[in-house]
């Protein structure tokens, strides 16, 4: 960044966030003696994969439940 403006291949997101994430997002900074950008942009880095593989994992449940439904709606037809 040069003179506050992103150089190329960077991105600024600004993010509000309350009172008690900010301090606790301090506090692990401090602890780390990172500074609190590294310490978002870590955290973001490991969050992504696990919601998008926790995304994943709720598509492939409600597509096995509405296949379940669906066999039992078969099975009651059947009869």
């Known amino acids: 960044m040069v003179n506050g403006v992103p150089k190329r291949g960077q991105h600024a997101v600004k993010i509000f966030v309350s009172t008690e994430l900010r301090a606790r997002l301090s506090a692990l900074s401090e602890s780390l003696d990172r500074p609190l950008a590294d310490v978002c942009r870590t955290l973001m880095w490991i969050a992504l994969p696990i919601l998008e593989g926790l995304d994943q994992?709720?598509?492939r449940g409600t597509d096995w439940w509405v296949q379940r439904v669906q066999?039992?709606?078969q099975e009651e037809n059947n009869r």
């Open 57 to 59: 994992a709720q598509q």
């Open 71 to 73: 066999g039992r709606d």
